[in-house]
Each structure stands twice: as structure tokens, then as C-alpha cells.
């Protein structure tokens, strides 16, 4: 709430999931990013920011996130005018390690750090620049009036809070660029695709590096995918493995700087992880928390590799951590004897009777089968497969009511 633009009119009490957007009870996200990747001119040493073209991309955003506001059918009445009377919009950036890269620049450093400030300070003030154009067409934002911008003496302006740094997972995917301002996740993924083929996937910066110097080949990129860093492979030139660091290589004092850096110049919040190998401590993570705090953060996100079953992205490092991380545990079904006896009972389902049987041995629940009273189509092979998936849990010896506890409550 300290930096927030209507304290006349409501207190922040929350945040979206992800922690970028603070907002009023009733306000609503209103978000666009930026690819920065698309805003360098040249190459190698002559490579620099595209200034002109970033500053008319963001008046256009802006311009467009307004239109946003009025053109949305906002789901209730306390929404609608929470949203209309702030008007508050949350333009943002992705794209900035491939921005670094082009630029030469290494992400863990001070070059970084300024690049950051030097980039988001420009994106607030010209999307301040292009909201003040808008109030003056359009009106400023209802609750200007006794606002903080108000109070400070400043020019109307359309909105009450112009920029944002959101995640960006899926539209940075579509975009084809690094995620948010997040560094690079891996240089070389491996996805594993039908008929248990793997595919390598070459940051594309980095693999036209890699023929244009001479050193591109299957093998190293396997190398590569299997180690998920380009740390200590010694037939990548020193230059470039300093350049492509990746976020398992940055210490977490350099994410909270980066994050830092882009907080000072964004009005609402920004979305950032910072990355811990598997082997972290409780005191890592406290150091990080404290840093964040004393460098301006407004929140931040810390996740352990390997700390979940299953994690959106991994490299073969994470999937070695984990594995030795585990005592190896060999489960398998009991064998079936010849005979085993149990009862059958008829249901009414709305897709015809649904007949169960349920078999047991001397340890308990140990099959089921269920047919439908008409052969073939989705529900009779559905209920099949559901089936004899809860007869192996029953063999491996997981209790009938851990089986009720996950199944039940499913419709159909």
C-alpha cells in the first residue's frame, strides 16, 4: 500500500496468483508484454536497443490495453466499476535474456543490471507519456481526484497504473522468446515425443552461434541437453559459455538484483523466480527473502529443483538430482491365482446398466471388472481401463480407500 496510486478510494489487500498484479478488492487484471527480443539493431559489437521502435510498440500497447477496459464484458456489476473508475493496465516485458544475448551481454552481471533499469525506466515513462495523451483525449481515470498522482501536482492521466512484469509461460512460448525477464531456463532441451523419440530443441540465437563459429554438433548438443548447462564443457569457446549462463548457473543474488532493478521502474509488481538447486537450505532461502526485502522487491518467488514429482521444465540435471535423491522402490502386483470369488452389482448410469465385480484373496480387494450392458463405444472402454487400473492398485497392495478417496467425486 505504499505504492499505491488510490488510497482514497480502498486498500490493496491481495495479489494475483503470481504476485505481479496488486490490486483493489474488485479490480481486474489487464496485462500485455512486450517481446524486447524484437528491438535490437545489428549484430555482435554494433548490436544496440532499437529505442525509437520500442517507444512507438509501447504507446501502441497502451493505446490498446485502454481499449481493452471499455471493450471487456466484465462478469459483475462491483467489477465493472472498480475496473472503469482506475482503469489501471499492467504493460510489461518478455524477451529480456534473448535481448542480453544479442546485445553481448552476460545476465549475472552489473552490464545487466543497468541494461534492466535503463530498458523498464523507458517502458514506464513513455507508457506515463502515452496515457497523459489519452486523458487528455479521453478524460483521466474517475478516481483521479485525490489520487497520489494528484496529490503530487502531476499531468492527468488515463490510467492509474501503466506497467506490469507478468511470467509470461505460454505467450513467450508462442512468441519464441525467453519467458518474462527470467534468464534462460536451458540452452538445449530434450522433448520426448511418440514412439519414445527424442527431439533436441536449440535456443536459436545460441545454435546459429554455434554453426557460425564452428563448433555445432549432435553430440555436443546431447551433451548439452544431458548436463543442462554450458558450464565446464570445454569445446564451447569461454566467451560464449559466460554469455548463454542459464538460470541454474546464476547465483540468487543475481536474480534478486535483476528483479530489483526492474521493480524500481515498474508500477505494480514483478513476477520472478529464482532458481535453487536441489541441495538448497533453509538459510539459502531465508538470505534470498531478506535480500529481496532490503533491495525493494514487492514479492518473490523461490523454487528448488526437484522439489515436485513433476515440474513444468527440467534438464537431465534435474532428473539426475532427483534420482539420488530416492531410495529405489520396486512395487509389483500380486499373482493372480486360479480361482477367486466375489460379487457382481448392477448400476443404472446414464449410459446403460454398468455392471461391477468386485474379487478379493486372503489380503483384501484384489480385482475389479466392469462391463457395460451394451458392448463397445467410449463409456464401456473408459470403464474398462478405469478398471484395471484400480485392480493394479489393489494387487500392489494400496488400500480401497485410497482409491475411493481419488476417484470419488468424478462425474460422468
Not at 504507446?59 to 475496473?83: R, S
Not at 535503463?118 to 487528455?136: G, I, K
Not at 541441495?279 to 515436485?308: F, M, N, P, Q
Request: hydrophobic share 35%; charged share 25%.
Amino acid at each position: 500500500n505504499e505504492h499505491n496510486p488510490t488510497p482514497h478510494v480502498g486498500e490493496i489487500e491481495a495479489t494475483n496468483p503470481c504476485g505481479e498484479q496488486p490490486l483493489l478488492p474488485h479490480e481486474s487484471c489487464n496485462l500485455g508484454s512486450i517481446n524486447l527480443s524484437k528491438f535490437v539493431i545489428g549484430s555482435g559489437q554494433s548490436a544496440k536497443i532499437d529505442w525509437d521502435g520500442l517507444r512507438e510498440t509501447v504507446h501502441g500497447a497502451v493505446h490498446f490495453l485502454d481499449n481493452v477496459i471499455d471493450m471487456n464484458e466484465l462478469p459483475l456489476e462491483e467489477i465493472a466499476e472498480k475496473t472503469r473508475a482506475n482503469r489501471k493496465i499492467g504493460l510489461g516485458v518478455m524477451g529480456f535474456a534473448d535481448m542480453l544475448i544479442m546485445l553481448g551481454i552476460a545476465y549475472n552481471s552489473p552490464q545487466a543490471v543497468r541494461t534492466a533499469e535503463q530498458v523498464m525506466e523507458f517502458v514506464t515513462e513513455e507508457a506515463r507519456n502515452r496515457s497523459r495523451e489519452l486523458a487528455d483525449q479521453r478524460g483521466a481515470f474517475p478516481n483521479w481526484k485525490g489520487s497520489v498522482h494528484d496529490e503530487a501536482g502531476e499531468e492527468p492521466m488515463r490510467n492509474a497504473t501503466v506497467t506490469t512484469i507478468a511470467p509470461t509461460g505460454t505467450i513467450s512460448i508462442i512468441s519464441g522468446c525467453s519467458s518474462g525477464i527470467e534468464p534462460l531456463f536451458a540452452v538445449v532441451y530434450t522433448r520426448h515425443v511418440l514412439d519414445k523419440d527424442e527431439l533436441l530443441e536449440v535456443h536459436p540465437i545460441f545454435e546459429e552461434m554455434a554453426r557460425g563459429r564452428g563448433f555445432s554438433s549432435p553430440e555436443l548438443m546431447k551433451e548439452i541437453a544431458a548436463k543442462g548447462t554450458l558450464h565446464g564443457i570445454e569445446d564451447i569457446p569461454g566467451d560464449v559459455r559466460e554469455l548463454f549462463v542459464t538460470a541454474h548457473d546464476i547465483t540468487p543474488e543475481w536474480h534478486i538484483r535483476l528483479q530489483a532493478a526492474f521493480q524500481e521502474y515498474t508500477d505494480n509488481a514483478v513476477s520472478k523466480t529464482v532458481n535453487f538447486p536441489n541441495e538448497t537450505t533453509i538459510d539459502d532461502v531465508e538470505h534470498v527473502y531478506r535480500l529481496a526485502y532490503e533491495l525493494g522487491c514487492k514479492g518473490v518467488t523461490i523454487y528448488r529443483d526437484g522439489s515436485r514429482d513433476e515440474q513444468v521444465l527440467t534438464t537431465g540435471a534435474t532428473e539426475k538430482a532427483r534420482r539420488a535423491g530416492e531410495a529405489p522402490v520396486e512395487i509389483a502386483p500380486r499373482e493372480r491365482p486360479a480361482v477367486v470369488t466375489g460379487q457382481t452389482r448392477a448400476m443404472r448410469t446414464g449410459c446403460g446398466k454398468l455392471y461391477v465385480t468386485l474379487n478379493r484373496d486372503e489380503e483384501g480387494p484384489f480385482e475389479l471388472f466392469a462391463a457395460m450392458g451394451k458392448a463397445g463405444g467410449c463409456a464401456a472402454s473408459q470403464s474398462e481401463a478405469l478398471a484395471r487400473m484400480v485392480s493394479l492398485a489393489f494387487r500392489c497392495g494400496i488400500p480401497a480407500e485410497q482409491v475411493v478417496r481419488q476417484l470419488k467425486g468424478i462425474s460422468c
